[in-house]
């Protein structure tokens, strides 16, 4: 009962993927409802642009709306979303009764993760 358990564990690490802020409207009236317009930084914004709230993400005082007819200046891609690393761990103990009957015994697994912003 005391030997021959087996510890199994996964290390996952992953970095957050970028993403583009866009607007929910089309200022440029350029007729391309598809795609939407990215808005323009904000030149009066200070501070942390990264919030890391689930509920607000990122601080969207950052950003203005662009001048109608033009587009904006915010750079695809300009913003990060969280990073998540993770940890599954296994235990699991088999039992030989004879050559061809076992029986494996695995407890409940656990799993430990973080989001990273």
């Known amino acids: 009962m005391i030997g021959d358990w087996q510890l199994s564990g996964i290390e996952t690490v992953q970095t957050g993927l970028p993403f583009t802020p866009q607007l929910s409207y089309n200022p440029s009236n350029d007729g391309d409802g598809r795609n939407p317009v990215r808005p323009s930084l904000n030149p009066n914004f200070t501070g942390q642009m990264i919030l890391g709230d689930p509920n607000k993400y990122f601080d969207p005082a950052a950003f203005i709306a662009p001048l109608a007819g033009t587009y904006?200046?915010?750079?695809?891609?300009?913003?990060?979303?969280?990073?998540?690393?993770?940890?599954?761990?296994?235990?699991?103990?088999?039992?030989?009764?004879?050559?061809?009957?076992?029986?494996?015994?695995?407890?409940?697994?656990?799993?430990?993760?973080?989001?990273?912003?």
């Open 72 to 117: 904006g200046n915010a750079p695809r891609n300009s913003l990060e979303g969280p990073g998540l690393v993770e940890t599954d761990f296994s235990l699991a103990k088999e039992f030989l009764f004879t050559e061809r009957l076992n029986l494996q015994f695995r407890p409940n697994s656990s799993t430990f993760s973080t989001t990273q912003t």
